[in-house]
């Protein structure tokens, strides 16, 4: 950190990443919020003009000029701001008065590289180059008149002075690597360098290969095994390619440091070791089985969280790997507390509160996964509690051993952690003293506790309109906030939220009724109850088979709409408790609409109270599939009641042949309308399909009525010609003018009989198609409803 100043008061505020600049007796101050991060070396300079009332703030690659806002009420009359002496500078402690009065909680902890104030104020050039460790030039020209280097500071409390390059502070390499000083095989070394979310280090050049060794060569006696090895490298051999492969991508490695002849890839020698006292520096090639110490890389330092202690708990919830104390990793708090090897056991203790410890019972390797701690001076009742340290993120799941799976494959019947810990303690419910299974949840709020309502029908079985009954498959859920529970365990997908103990939650009693207000009969039914783990909100899904009862109204049938309604009640709760309501759209369909005679064509949710209580109306709309009656019925009939008209045209004389046409129509006709009675419902009202088969039997009986009319009329006139008695006058008629062939038709044509007869031709048609307009009509009428 590099620091340049003419302030009174500069407060760094590492929660908020904000600082504080405040001076000349309160009438200047600033705030300006800083990217602050952890374990990284941050530069900073802030450049005071009084006079020009402006302010410059660099921080690293940030930079930003403001003007000043001078508060007049906090300065004399005709005075302007200024910097007084007399005072003391304080580096590192917030203090309230000149005394002292130093606190640890106001204490700045971390490193301060370099601390210089001058009594020049800096351009921007120089601010820019000076941040970035580039203005030698001015440095060796202008001194400050405080600095480190100059030792003006006093130590006093836990301060170490020590030196450290600017090489150091002014290179940012990306990356950490840290050494784990205890001997594992490559496998588990992979598995350890995972748990903490890094990966096994793999040198990428000479440079970093020394940088390396030089840094963690001092464990080389907690790592000297057989094979006189420090650490595993990260790569992994390929025998079919005979290539050293990257871990991290399968990818070829691109520079190596193998001793002569340790570099070929076998079966029996296929992972990596390097460094140790006799061969510094040097790879070579090694068996995966044999054990070496754990050396992982990491994008930063990796930070682990501290799971299990209670909300009023003072310890730090986050801790990150950072040095070593006792040749342990040291878990360093994100405030005041840390996790360290005492040389017999991992303790956590506090800066802040030096009461408050807790020591781990269990002595493990390192304190990551589930351990059991024993607490003192912390705010929490439990003396003994189990505590996770993981570096698993949000939507990972933490074995006991510190494995992170995603939180998918938790409790989903199958083990994927290493020690099998997915798979335990999967309920997802806490049921607190005094719950009551029989009560409805209490109310949060003024309003009753929605009942959030979804019917999905699945599938239509049967609409049946002999026996006026619909049976439908459904999965009815309702969603609802019981305060009274607790979860654990959540996970996204809610469906793997299932609790294990359904009985004793409070459900909802659903009682389903018809348009008939009678008793919906209820198929197999398969309960789950499941959680979202969006909202915790408790969801009670059902899978049923109903059975219900419609009033139809068949008299347009088969060019008819139906509707059957369904209402669904919760028992036992009114709308001063509970309320149903629709969640969504309320109703879905997924199944198929077009069924054996109908088809679905509408389906309509809504709700209706009566008596404060309030119900969901379901009601579905079918329409007739009425091109079968078409084709089946219709049709057939119209063609005889065709063929019963066209015997008007047989010869008058041709009785036999028109009335045996006439009466095979009118049976053909008698049967189709016995055999589609069979397969209709029966009524004691006539319906559509009834009226059109009466009225063309009625129209077939007319026309053979008539047949019969007009043959007596015609035999009546031959009897009549046959008579004795009777005289005939006889008109002479020029010879040449008429044939005698001509004058019997012109006699049989002009006669009674066949004047009835072509009045008939011309009659039935149109009878036929007032009838048929009429019948159109009410088809329509009954589409429409």
């Known amino acids: 950190m590099v620091l ?65 806002q001078i508060d007049d009420a906090k300065l004399l009359p005709g005075t302007r701001p200024r910097v007084t002496g007399g005072g003391r500078l304080v580096v590192g402690q917030d203090i309230a008065t000149l005394e002292g009065q130093f606190d640890v909680s106001h204490n700045f902890h971390g490193e301060i590289a370099d601390l210089r104030i001058y009594d020049h104020l800096l351009e921007t050039s120089h601010v820019k180059r000076f941040i970035h460790c580039e203005d030698k030039a001015f440095s060796s020209q202008v001194a400050p008149i405080i600095s480190l280097e100059k030792k003006s500071f006093m130590i006093k409390g ?18 950490y690597t840290m050494l784990f000083p205890e001997k594992k095989t490559f496998i588990d070394s992979i598995s350890w360098c995972d748990k903490l979310r890094g990966d096994i280090a793999l040198p990428t050049s000479l440079e970093n290969n020394i940088q390396i060794f030089d840094k963690f060569i001092e464990f080389n006696n907690e790592c ?55 061969h510094p520096y040097e790879w070579y090639h090694a068996p995966c089985t044999v054990i070496a110490c754990v050396m992982c890389n990491f994008t930063s330092h990796p930070e682990v969280h501290l799971r299990g202690l209670c909300e009023s708990s003072l310890f730090d919830r986050s801790l990150f790997l950072h040095e070593y104390i006792n040749n342990r990793p040291k878990f360093d708090g994100a405030r005041h507390s840390s996790i360290i090897w005492n040389n017999k056991s991992w303790v956590m203790e506090s800066r802040l509160y030096p009461q408050l410890s807790a020591k781990m019972v269990d002595q493990m390797d390192y304190p990551v996964g589930l351990h059991l701690w024993n607490i003192r001076g912390d705010k929490c009742r439990q003396k003994e509690v189990y505590l996770l340290l993981t570096a698993c993120r949000a939507d990972e799941f933490t074995c006991d051993d510190g494995t992170c799976i995603d939180k998918s494959q938790r409790c989903d019947l199958s083990t994927d952690c290493p020690d099998h810990t997915d798979e335990l303690t999967c309920d997802v419910m806490a049921i607190p003293e005094g719950y009551s299974a029989q009560l409805p949840p209490p109310k949060i709020t003024l309003k009753p506790v929605p009942l959030l309502f979804h019917l999905n029908i699945t599938s239509i079985r049967e609409f049946n309109v002999v026996s006026f009954t619909l049976t439908i498959d459904v ?42 207000q009678s008793w919906v009969q209820h198929g197999q039914t398969d309960g789950d109850d499941v959680y979202s783990g969006s909202n915790n909100s408790l969801l009670y899904r059902l899978h049923k088979t109903l059975k219900s009862r419609c009033q139809l109204d068949l008299e347009s049938y088969p060019f008819d709409t139906q509707r059957c309604s369904l209402f669904f009640t919760v028992q036992g709760i009114t709308d001063f408790s509970g309320k149903l309501d629709k969640e969504g759209a309320g109703l879905t369909f997924a199944g198929t609409r077009q069924l054996l005679e109908y088809n679905l064509v509408d389906e309509t949710i ?56 006439s009466l095979t129509s009118l049976l053909v006709l008698a049967a189709f309308f016995s055999q589609t009675s069979l ?41 009549q ?3 004795p008695h009777k005289t005939i006058q006889v008109t002479p008629f020029a010879p040449g003018h008429i044939s005698s062939k001509e004058l019997a038709t012109t006699i049989h044509t002009n006669s009674l009989p066949a004047r009835l007869n072509c009045f008939l031709i011309v009659f039935f048609p149109l009878a036929f198609f007032v009838f048929f307009v009429y019948f159109v009509a009410a088809c329509a009428d009954g589409l429409k409803e």
């Open 4 to 68: 340049v100043c003419m302030a009174r008061v500069i407060n760094i505020k590492g929660e908020s990443r904000s600082l504080t600049f405040t001076c000349c007796g309160g009438s200047v101050g600033e705030n300006v919020i800083i990217p602050l991060s952890l374990y990284v070396w941050q530069h900073f300079c802030l450049a005071i003009d009084l006079i020009s009332e402006h302010m410059l703030v660099a921080f690293d690659n940030v930079l930003e000029e403001r003007q000043l």
């Open 158 to 175: 836990q301060t170490q002075l020590f030196n450290i390059s600017e090489d150091e502070v002014c290179r940012h390499i990306p990356g």
């Open 224 to 278: 000297f095994d057989v094979w006189q090895a420090l650490y595993w490298v990260g790569a992994s051999g390929n025998v079919s390619s005979g290539q050293w492969l990257r871990l991290i991508d399968d990818q070829p490695i691109h520079w190596h440091n193998f001793k002569d002849s340790w570099e070929s890839v076998t079966d029996k020698y296929s992972c990596i070791l390097a460094g140790g006292i006799l």
């Open 475 to 516: 999965i009815i859920t309702i969603r609802w906030n019981d305060s009274r529970v607790t979860f654990t365990n959540l996970q996204e997908d809610h469906r793997k939220n299932k609790v294990k103990q359904p009985g004793l939650l409070w459900t909802p009693e659903l009682m389903v009724t018809d348009g008939t």
């Open 606 to 661: 809504h709700d209706i109270t009566e008596e404060q209580v309030t119900q969901m109306k379901v009601r579905l709309k079918f329409t007739n599939l009425y091109k079968y009656y078409t084709m089946n019925a219709f049709l057939p009939s119209t063609m005889m009641l065709v063929i019963s008209y066209f015997s008007l045209y047989f010869d008058l004389e041709d009785f036999q042949d028109r009335i045996m046409v």
């Open 679 to 719: 397969t209709i419902p029966k009524t004691s009202y006539l319906k559509l399909i009834d009226v059109w088969y009466v009225a063309l039997i009625s129209y077939v009986f007319f026309v053979i009525i008539s047949l019969i009319f007009v043959e007596n009329l015609r035999l009546r006139d031959i009897k």
């Open 721 to 723: 010609q046959q008579c």
